[in-house]
Structures are given as C-alpha cells and as structure tokens.
Nanobody, 118 residues
Framework: QVQLVESGGGLVQAGGSLRLSCAAS????????MGWYRQAPGKQRELVAVIDSGGRINYADSVKGRFTISRDNAKNTVYLQMASLKPEDTAVYYC????????????WGQGTQVTVSS
C-alpha cells in the first residue's frame, strides 16, 4: 500500500512561483514513475510533468520552460517547481505514482489547489 501526501499549493499572483511536494510512504522504488497531473474546473485531468521508470522527464507543452519536476529517491518525494505562473495554471494538482512491483498499480494523492490571480 502506498500513500501520497501533497503540499505546497496556494494562492499566488501571475508571474509568481510555487513549489509542490509529494511524499510517498510505502513500497516505492526508483524505477516507479512519479509525476504531476492537474484538473481545472470543467476540464479533464491532464499531465503536467512526469519522471518515468527510466528517469526520462516529460512535460506538457503548456508548462515547458516554466515548470521543473524532480525527485529525491532517498525521501520518496517528487517535487514540482513552478515559475512564471499564469492564471490558466489554476487547477487542483495531483501527484501520481505508478508502482511496478508486485504488479502495476496507480496511486493518486488527494490533490492540492493552486490558484493564480491576474
């Protein structure tokens, strides 16, 4: 069983920065994919950034050059550094972990609200 605890959301003005953290407890390995998704009101949940099992990083086009994902395997924590925030970045941000052992399974965090005012 894996539990994810997110933190770092809040209200920020356009152009500002925030850092999200997601700490995982339980059986997490360095090969497990960790990432961030977001869901704005009335929209589908979408990928923001992910570090896959091979350590490759993928960003949504809308955040490239502004957001940076990183992970600390010793702490089982993934971070999302967000800069140059825009009002359209307003959403609930969810941490997602794809565990491969003993069988593929996806865990989601509870979500953290990010609101960017214009």
């Amino acid at each position: 069983q894996v539990q994810l605890v997110e933190s770092g959301g809040g209200l920020v003005q356009a152009g500002g920065s925030l850092r999200l953290s997601c700490a995982a407890s339980g059986s997490i390995f360095s090969d497990d994919s960790m990432g961030w998704y977001r869901q704005a009101p009335g929209k589908q949940r979408e990928l923001v950034a992910v570090i896959d099992s091979g350590g490759r990083i993928n960003y949504a086009d809308s955040v490239k050059g502004r957001f940076t994902i990183s992970r600390d395997n010793a702490k089982n924590t993934v971070y999302l550094q967000m800069a140059s925030l825009k009002p359209e970045d307003t959403a609930v941000y969810y941490c997602r972990v794809l565990v491969l052992i003993p069988a593929p399974y996806i865990y989601w965090g509870q979500g953290t609200q990010v609101t960017v005012s214009s």
